[in-house]
């Protein structure tokens, strides 16, 4: 029989369309931020859903966190805090260190580097 079809290996998640693993390289933030495009979409006025598990929110990136945080398995921490250089494994992770350990002081780094 056809063994490879459907097995996850515990390196990602699995592709509702290939039944095939998905895993976010070291190629880094694009391909989750592609990956986490192609599993949600619209089903409502105002409902945003999970292609992978059904979840749905009102607000478009509670279910891109959602994605990212139980969908999206990775090697590493994509993700370094521009002050303290602490590593997170998703955006959201990031973003709530950066409120709570750096307050104001972060949002003003992270636009004046733009």
Known sequence: GNYEEGYDDGSGMIDPNTGM??????DGNKEVE??????????????????????????????????EANHIQRSEKGYMCNICLSSHSTKNSLNVHRSKYHGKKALLQQTSLF
């Open 21 to 26: 693993p998905i895993a976010a390289g070291a």
């Open 34 to 67: 592609a990956i986490i495009k192609e599993n949600m979409e619209l089903t409502a006025p105002s409902v945003c859903t999970c292609l992978i598990c059904g979840y749905t929110a009102k607000k478009k990136h509670h279910v891109e966190n959602h994605i």
